[in-house]
């Protein structure tokens, strides 16, 4: 069974745009969690999406927004970046609930802002 | 809200020693406990996790951890390592709350295995 696939791996982008990052999980797991990783913040949590609905929220800006396609296949979109938001993104997927199934992570596509 | 303290960022033994990466929390609610390690340019692979029952749980690559609710506890446990144990290791915690997951992370800490 192949593993949940992050596109794309690296990503350079300049202050001021925007970046849509792409998870793909694995076959049959309904749950997807976005996270960012840094230096300084260490793991932080963004959202998660469960069947195509947004069932939990990070305390991150306005700026940072995901979806979920029917297919389960999950994207996340940063606006009007910032230095700040250069990180390693990890998502992760689930076929069920936290206390019936281990969550899977990714690899991770680093942001880099300049 | 909920918090995890890794005491240790970074923990260097040499091979074949046993090694603790400790883990404190703090909730208000109850919790699942987990424990992460993440190799070089890769994503987090889960060790062990503790959702209730007996508090000492067993993980993959030989480690184990105890959880102890009076301390708030969940330290990370390996009787004897190897080089290739040598990565950052995540002390994670996740409220209880209709199934959903939202895991509060620690800092990490860098395990370093010498031979």
């Known amino acids: 069974k192949a593993g949940v696939t992050q596109t794309p791996r690296y990503l350079i982008k300049t202050r001021g745009q925007q970046v849509t990052l792409s998870c793909s999980p694995i076959s049959g797991h309904r749950s997807v969690s976005w996270y960012q990783q840094t230096p300084g913040q260490g793991l932080q949590f963004l959202f998660e999406?469960?069947?195509?609905?947004?069932?939990n929220k990070g305390n991150f800006p306005g700026r940072f927004s995901g979806r979920q396609f029917s297919n389960s296949r999950s994207e996340m979109n940063v606006s009007t970046l910032e230095l700040g938001d250069s990180a390693l993104y990890l998502c992760?997927?689930?076929?069920?609930?936290?206390?019936?199934?281990?969550?899977?992570f990714g690899p991770g596509t680093r942001l880099l802002v300049l | 809200a909920q918090s995890v303290t890794q005491l240790d960022s970074q923990v260097p033994v040499f091979e074949e020693a046993p090694v603790e990466l400790r883990c404190n929390y703090s909730s208000s609610v109850s919790v699942y406990l987990f424990w992460y390690v993440q190799y070089p340019n890769q994503g987090l692979q889960l060790l062990l996790k503790?959702?209730?029952?007996?508090?000492l749980v067993k993980g993959i690559n030989g480690f184990e951890a105890e959880f102890n609710k009076s301390q708030t506890s969940f330290h990370l446990r390996k009787p004897s390592v190897h080089i290739s144990d040598t990565a950052e290791y995540f002390c994670a915690v996740s409220p209880l709350q209709g199934g959903s997951e939202k895991l509060v992370f620690g800092k990490g800490t860098k395990l370093t295995v010498n031979p």
């Open positions: 999406y469960f069947s195509e609905t947004q069932r």
């Open positions: 992760a997927s689930r076929w069920g609930t936290v206390d019936q199934e281990t969550q899977y």
């Open positions: 503790y959702l209730s029952g007996s508090t």
